[in-house]
């Protein structure tokens, strides 16, 4: 294949977050929920920066300087279907050139960051959800204003004088600061001839400045009082009594009140700025006896990696622009200015204001599925056969149910678990922890390297090594990535094992709002699969043989391939052949050749895909036969379901890989065939309804670019029929009670 038949991963990606933009911009959504997709696009671009664009940068000068590019911790980066240039990608762009057309991107998608905020500014406005401007404060809200300044942040705060970079204080990245630009000091009159000269060579240069970090100790958003309620700090009523909220940035309040941190100085200017810092920073665990140590030294680099991104307020000078960037070293292209609050992502904290639930979606409550609502142990449950869930349609629980009942079970034996990402205060953890102390066999691989997680992995590891949990800190140069709790339980007629396996991360916070599935089975062959799994994760055994599933990097991606040529030597054969395929990426130049060659076959391929696509369909004589939508909407699709036709014996897989190099070849994953004829429908048909949304689903043309899907007929939004379909599945099964009417009491009468 050659360049063109390839999209860039890093463009691929922005287009996907300009979906999410567009889902913001989208005026059929309620004001509410648009703001809290603005703010998702903002979180998404820092973590881009932080991780593509730093190690593009770091990329970018080793090439020119001749070093080897390989030390980014994304080693994606260093992939290449055509050799050249390290970092060139398969479509054929060097570092720089990647570099160029992502400034050119972001800088428009910024503009229109702020364009739409500017736009739900004045719709929120409109019921009483107001972002003031600080020089037009009410009475109250200026009072309100001048205690919050005086309680929270006088005291807090500390302004630096910068007079050259090494004096630049080291903000970590994300932290809002304030720079503020003083007036030049009047000549020292100081008699000694060598303090005078020094004193006046230091005020040589005009304005002096002075930066004033807005850390993790201060509040990012000040609520103030609603307009005509003295003493009011949460939602309230304005002039004419109707509701009010109002917030206001950490960064324009110290700005605004900037002069009382300088008495007796001339502020000329104060200005919010951001820093976004290179996170990209590899691990080399060649080097590394105790990754734990490596770990946390890394996170120390992580907070002095060099600015590849600095937000700047709109209308700063000419000077104070040019002395932030001669001092953070930061090129004119990676300098983004910001028309409102500096990091967008940070408004996703005030859409959860209270008392206005009108401005917001309908809610969806995950439903109970019938077979493991509680009502018997879960263990019986699965005895019976396996069972599918499909979140948040389905309700998280019963995963955190099996192992809380694991936990507690006196026949219980073993547990053993994989965690790459967990919630705070997470109940699976928990019950690890009460497992291990009733003297349970308890193994929990922990992923440190799950990055942006690395410290909280850290330290919940440490509290499950505390409790007695066996803990390993992941293998040795792979991230474990693979969803799986294994249980072994003492039965009458011997022991049996059960599982769970999964496409999402064990955390019951995002399983509210990711869309994934888990298979939880008693199967005897599964079940044996996740012990020899375990073996040899755990050890140092040789990865053995498995009955039915694959795990990546040992036979993941060859198993793929091998059921892409499958279908398409069926296709060539005239027997049925398709595939549809639904994932977060795909990047994997070896798997998008090979589903070319199934498209040249005749094979028809269907593709859902979340975020960044790699492959260019439509293509005439290459991929006329591949069609490609991604559907953003109020869940964030992240299930990994494969389905081959083979010949008319449909095989049906979950997986928690996407396809990408780093998932089939740096990574434990694991592929999980799923046979239950009923459960095989009911993931057929939710990928059925991806390609029949005509309402929030996008499709990939030959040209790159995505287009809103607008087929006639009866609209369908899949995500709301997935919903209506778990409500009317729960109804329909849920067994019928006979409540008979009770004689009344006499307290009654």
Not at 104 to 127: I, P, T, V
Not at 305 to 316: D, I, K, N, P
Not at 511 to 519: E, G, K
Not at 562 to 586: H, T, V, W, Y
């Amino acid at each position: 294949m050659s360049p063109e038949h390839f999209l860039n991963r890093e463009l691929s990606w922005l287009e996907f977050n300009q979906r999410v933009l567009d889902e913001a911009a989208d005026p059929q959504v309620p004001p509410l929920e648009r703001l809290k997709f603005l703010a998702i696009t903002g979180a998404n671009l820092d973590e881009f920066f932080m991780v593509r664009v730093g190690g593009l940068q770091m990329l970018a000068e080793e090439t020119r300087e001749g070093r080897d590019a390989s030390e980014t911790e994304d080693e994606d980066f260093a992939d290449s279907g055509f050799g050249g240039t390290p970092g060139t990608d398969p479509a054929g762009m060097t570092p720089e050139q990647q570099l160029a057309a992502i400034a050119e991107r972001c800088a428009a998608m910024n503009a229109d960051q702020y364009a739409l905020l500017a736009e739900l500014d004045e719709l929120l406005a409109g019921h009483g959800f107001v972002r003031p401007d600080p020089k037009k404060l009410t009475s109250h809200q200026a009072a309100a204003l001048d205690h919050a300044f005086s309680e929270a942040l006088f005291g807090v705060l500390t302004p630096t004088s910068v007079t050259a970079p090494e004096d630049f204080p080291l903000v970590e990245t994300g932290a809002v600061c304030v720079l503020v630009r003083l007036a030049p000091a009047p000549p020292h009159r100081e008699d000694d001839p060598e303090i005078k000269a020094a004193a006046n060579a230091l005020n040589e240069g005009g304005s002096r400045f002075a930066v004033i970090p807005c850390g993790r100790a201060v509040p990012r958003w000040l609520t103030l009082p609603a307009d005509g309620a003295a003493g009011d700090h949460g939602p309230g009523t304005n002039a004419e009594g109707g509701r009010a909220f109002a917030y206001l940035p950490v960064e324009e309040a110290v700005a605004h009140l900037a002069g009382r941190f300088f008495e007796g100085q001339t502020v000329e200017e104060a200005v919010a700025f951001r820093v976004t810092r290179n996170a990209d920073l590899a691990i080399r665990e060649d080097q590394a006896g105790d990754l734990l140590r490596q770990m946390r030294r890394v996170l120390e680099k992580r907070r002095r990696g060099g600015c590849v991104r600095l937000e700047l307020a709109a209308g700063a000078s000419e000077e104070a622009t040019a002395f932030l960037k001669h001092c953070l070293d930061v090129e004119p292209r990676d300098l983004y200015l910001a028309h409102g609050p500096i990091g967008l992502g940070a408004l996703m904290k005030v859409t959860g204001a209270a008392g206005f639930d009108d401005l917001r979606v309908e809610d969806w409550p995950p439903q109970p599925p019938v077979r493991l609502d509680g009502e018997e142990p879960s263990f019986e449950a699965l005895s019976a056969g396996d069972v599918l869930l499909y979140h948040p349609y389905d309700s998280y629980e019963p995963v955190v149910r099996l192992a809380e009942e694991a936990a507690e079970d006196p026949d219980v034996l073993a547990i053993k678990q994989t965690l790459y990402r967990t919630s705070a205060d997470s109940r699976i953890v928990a019950a690890l922890k009460t497992a291990a102390q009733a003297g349970k066999s308890v193994a929990a691989v922990v992923e440190l390297k799950a990055r942006f997680d690395e410290a909280r992995n850290i330290e919940w590891a440490r509290d499950l090594e505390r409790a007695g949990v066996q803990v390993i800190y992941g293998v040795r140069g792979l991230k474990t990535h693979a969803k799986l709790l294994l249980i072994i339980r003492r039965e009458p007629d011997g022991v049996r094992r059960y599982a769970h396996f999964g496409t999402g991360n064990y955390n019951e916070s995002t399983a509210r709002i990711y869309s994934d599935a888990s298979l939880m089975t008693a199967d005897d062959d599964l079940t044996a699969d996740a012990v020899n799994f375990f073996n040899a994760v755990t050890g140092y055994s040789q990865p053995q043989a498995f009955r039915r599933i694959e795990a990546a990097p040992i036979g993941l991606r060859e198993r793929v391939a091998e059921l892409i040529r499958a279908e398409a030597d069926r296709a060539r054969q005239g027997m049925p052949a398709a595939i549809d395929a639904k994932m977060n990426s795909l990047v994997d130049p070896a798997l998008i050749d090979a589903l070319y060659h199934a498209s040249r076959a005749g094979v028809k391929i269907r593709l859902n895909i979340r975020g960044i696509c790699c492959l260019r369909p439509g293509v005439e004589g290459v991929s006329e036969n591949i069609r490609v939508v991604s559907v953003v909407d109020r869940f964030l699709e992240h299930a990994r379901v494969m389905r081959f036709v083979h010949g008319g014996d449909e095989l049906m897989y979950l997986s928690s890989a996407d396809w990408m190099p780093r998932n089939l070849d740096r990574r434990i994953e694991l592929l999980v065939p799923v046979t239950a004829e009923p459960l095989k429908k009911r993931l057929q048909d939710a990928i059925n309804l991806y390609f029949r949304d005509n309402v929030k689903a996008r499709e990939l043309h030959a040209d790159g670019v995505w287009r809103k899907v607008t087929r006639r007929g009866r609209k369908i939004r899949s995500q709301r029929v997935l919903y209506e379909d778990a409500v009317s599945r729960a109804e329909r099964l849920r067994p019928t009670v006979f409540e008979p009417h009770k004689a009344p009491t006499k307290n009654d009468e």
